[in-house]
């Protein structure tokens, strides 16, 4: 796990010296892949770079937690071929201590940078025993310049040189053996060997009189989704098919285990606690602040929806996946059931049988309930057969967690000379939740500008209340008026800037400017590692001012189900509904506030 600029191929152009100005994007790929690893059910072994791990442990930490392996792969991709014993050895040991530190549990593990423990190397083995390693995965069977172990592959090792009797041997499955090795000067004892990786951290595999074969260190088990022959007590459905009935009673999502067991999973609507959903979407890949039980109050309580919330359980009740749905409905706009409205993220979150299970579940609910369209705001590709847009995105920016000023340096001359303007103006930036009224008087405001309806002040009063730990609110003030404004929440070690506003009368002093720097400093300063500027319309002005920060775009994987003839969720942009800003720019604004709050709750 490394930097893209990180790899060999770029030795000759990059400098290692210029590595922390560079922009960080290991994260992105990590999500996406752990989010992959999560939908098959799958463990890997994570091999990181000890300088990785240092500028991201909170990412670390987060593959760890899934239960994935933390393995090493050397401090900072240096070949082993340009070490000396005394720089490997220093190598190994500093990776082995950050991420021992970081996860946890011991670190057992090692692949050489570009598989750069070939023939005449084999002294690497020694150091990563004598430094408390188990197995090694740098033995690559191929002859190929640079690299390569040709005969690091044969039955036994046979191929490997006799000098290299130094008890450690590639990564492999692991089988049974009582014979000598061909090839080697001694019968290798079960204490002598490296165990392989399995991609998980219950233990290291028993080697009692083990040999090692050639093969691969990852066993992968496979779910087979609506398979047959479900056991008495469940209600099998077919994933994706329509069943007509208003949610009243539960469905059933049948898989089969690794060992071929059918299992029934029931879909229901959710009955359990509050912190039982939380403690769910808490270690769940995919999460987002939006899943917590917490915003159900919220839209209940505020907007008045109603919330239909499905939970997908084993057999023995065990909690195996969720989606929260929101209700929204209305003559002028129609009916719609999304996860979740009025915000970026939603959608299920589990294993793919539990998944598919409370798809079909939301979609059935939707067929019977005469509902327009279903809509999952999902972040990342679901294993369903659904319709999916990527009319939006997100764009990303990436952090030096504690270090702001890294982040600072990495933007261009002019974004900083932006920055320092309304700095010289006297324009300052507040953060707090007693900044809610301030905020909201910016956000009517800028929103009645643009002609769109704005959310009523009491949803953010709820969500400083719900949430006080998780929200930041933040005002720009000029001449001690607030004149740009933000709400966003934190998870993880992330941020997400939600609701952001600017007077049009300031567009002069640039307050947003200042404002977005502020939160992004704060967001560095408490250690996450990016920082979301939010949904937009790709290509758009607003992609333009977020793609400006250095940030990367990120697609959103918005699923349908279309009941009525609605395949998304009202616009301005369509045309039935393009009047709207039109009329509601000339309101004057208090009309617009009283107004505003109950048309757009309307509209998810």
Not at 314 to 320: A, E, I, T
Request: charged share 20%; proline share 7%; net charge positive.
């Amino acid at each position: 796990m490394e930097e893209y600029f990180q790899v060999s191929a770029f030795e000759p152009y990059v400098s290692r010296a210029d590595w922390d100005q560079l922009q960080s994007r290991v994260a992105i790929g990590v999500h996406l892949l752990l989010a992959l690893l999560q939908r098959h059910g799958a463990r890997a072994t994570f091999f990181v770079l000890g300088w990785v791990a240092e500028r991201h442990p909170d990412l670390i930490k987060t593959i760890a937690d899934a239960g994935h392996e933390v393995a090493s792969h050397g401090w900072d991709h240096r070949r082993v071929t340009d070490q000396t014993p005394d720089q490997f050895r220093a190598s190994v040991r500093e990776t082995k201590r950050v991420l021992e530190e970081v996860v946890g549990d011991p670190v057992i593990g090692f692949r050489a940078p570009s598989f750069s423990i070939v023939p005449g190397y084999e002294w690497a083995f020694d150091v990563l025993m004598e430094e408390g390693y188990s197995y090694d995965s740098s033995l690559f069977p191929i002859r190929r310049p640079g690299y390569g172990y040709p005969t690091g592959h044969a039955a036994a090792l046979g191929g490997q040189p006799a000098s290299c009797g130094r008890r450690v041997l590639p990564v492999a499955a692991l089988r049974p053996r009582t014979r000598r090795a061909a090839g080697l000067g001694s019968a290798w004892r079960s204490r002598d060997l490296l165990r392989a990786s399995v991609g998980g951290r219950s233990g290291p595999t028993a080697t009692s009189r083990l040999l090692v074969r050639a093969g691969p260190p990852l066993r992968r088990f496979d779910t087979h989704h609506g398979a047959a022959g479900a056991p008495r007590g469940g209600i099998p459905i077919q994933l994706g098919a329509r069943s007509r009935d208003r949610c009243s009673t539960p469905a059933g999502a049948v898989l089969r285990t690794a060992g071929g067991r059918a299992v029934t999973l029931s879909v229901e609507r959710f009955s359990g606690s509050p912190a039982e959903w939380d403690a769910f979407v808490q270690v769940a890949i995919g999460r987002t602040h939006f899943h917590l039980w917490g915003w159900k109050s919220v839209f209940e309580r505020v907007l008045g929806h109603e919330c239909v919330y499905l939970a997908a359980r084993s057999p023995d009740g065990r909690l195996v996946g969720v989606l929260p749905l929101v209700w929204v409905s209305s003559r002028l706009f129609g009916s719609y059931l999304v996860s979740m409205p009025f915000v970026n993220y939603g959608g299920p979150l589990g294993s793919d049988p539990a998944v598919q299970g409370l798809v079909a579940r939301a979609s059935a609910f939707a067929d019977g309930n005469g509902i327009d369209l279903l809509e999952l705001r999902s972040r990342a590709h679901l294993p369903i057969d659904l319709p999916v847009s990527h009319r939006k995105i997100t764009v990303v920016l990436h952090l030096t967690p504690g270090d702001p000023g890294r982040v600072w340096r990495t933007l261009g001359a002019k974004l900083r000379s932006q920055i320092r303007r309304p700095q010289k103006e006297g324009i300052t930036v507040r953060f707090g939740l007693d900044q809610v009224g301030a905020f909201f008087r910016v956000f009517s405001e800028h929103m009645r500008d643009l002609g769109t309806p704005t959310q009523p002040e009491r949803l953010f009063e709820a969500l400083a209340e719900t949430f006080p730990a998780d929200v930041w609110f933040g005002c720009a003030y000029y001449g001690g008026r607030a004149v740009a404004a933000g709400c966003g929440l934190r998870w993880d070690s992330e941020f997400e800037m939600t609701w952001a506003s600017a007077l049009k009368a300031y567009n002069s002093v640039a307050p947003n400017m200042l404002l977005y720097w502020s939160f992004i400093e704060r967001a560095a300063e408490q250690g996450l590692a990016f920082f979301n500027f939010g949904r937009c319309t790709p290509g758009s002005g607003t992609h333009r001012f977020k793609q400006q920060w250095g940030s990367v775009d990120a697609p959103l994987w918005w699923y349908h189900h279309a009941v009525g003839r609605r395949v998304a969720t009202p616009s301005p942009d369509d045309g039935a509904f393009a009047w709207g800003p039109r009329v509601w720019r000339r309101l004057p604004l208090a009309l617009a506030n009283i107004l505003g709050p109950r048309v757009v709750r309307l509209i998810p």
